[in-house]
């Protein structure tokens, strides 16, 4: 994993780890952690072993279980790493649950170093997710929901195969600066998906990507700004009464 990572010259590479199920008995959290652990310590050596530069973060395990998470944070900073991942959520746990586990988290994770939280989320998480902490992300979501029609605005999330967008010519969102929204309409992304043209899902990828680099910009300068509190506030009560429910 280490060698194939150094191959890829990744600028953020991983350690080897096992993402715990939920939901997990404290003893199957420990266990899975305390593997983790030490996996994270052999791929640090193997990763400093090989030719080239990099950065290596650690994973922080421990399940819906707080003592395990700090154990874990302990041991990985004993180990050593330029920044640290929470890894084993978003994987089936209620939402409340895993802004449990961040609110007692990350306030121990180093100042001074990334907190990367592993597949999240939507862009209500994202928010929600940043305002206890946490610095970075990845999720397969902006590029699976475009392949199933389903594009983000600052309103919520449309469905573009529903029957009311098929005389739409307006963009999927007034006022976004994606290459999507700027050239195409709404009822021509229909038209390409009742087609099942390979366009039409590249076409909502575009925008959906877009949206969450914008979301990410926009959030960055509001911490900048020292308005965070207030860009959250609006953020959530513009979703409120979102154009469409999405299963």
Not at 95 to 104: G, K, N, T
Not at 160 to 179: F, L
Not at 234 to 244: I, K, L, N
């Amino acid at each position: 994993s280490m060698e194939v990572q150094r191959t890829l010259d990744s600028d953020v590479a991983m350690v080897f780890d096992e993402c715990t199920p939920y939901p997990a008995t404290e003893a199957e959290a420990r266990a899975s952690m305390e593997l983790s652990l030490r996996w994270s310590a052999r791929s640090r050596a193997a990763y400093d072993a090989l030719p080239g530069r990099g950065t290596l973060f650690g994973i922080v395990q421990g399940g819906m279980h707080a003592p395990l998470r700090a154990a874990s944070l302990e041991g990985l900073q004993r180990i050593g790493f330029e920044g640290l991942a929470i890894g084993g959520l978003s994987v089936g746990e209620p939402e409340e649950e895993r802004h449990r586990v961040l609110e007692d988290l990350v306030p121990r994770m180093p100042a001074g170093k990334p907190r990367y939280l592993m597949g999240v989320g939507r862009p209500e998480d994202l928010v929600e997710a940043v305002h206890r902490g946490v610095d970075m992300f990845d999720c397969v979501i902006p590029t699976r929901h475009a392949r199933n029609g389903h594009l983000f605005t600052a309103e919520g999330v449309v469905n573009i195969r529903n029957a009311r967008h098929a005389a739409d010519t307006g963009p999927v969102e007034e006022g976004c600066g994606c290459y999507t929204c700027r050239h195409f309409s709404r009822a021509y992304l229909r038209h390409l998906d009742k087609c099942g043209e390979m366009l039409g899902p590249r076409l909502a990828t575009l925008h959906n990507l877009h949206h969450y680099l914008d979301l990410m910009r926009r959030m960055r300068e509001a911490i900048a700004a020292g308005r965070f509190a207030a860009f959250r506030r609006d953020f959530h009560a513009r979703r409120q009464a979102g154009p469409e429910a999405v299963a």
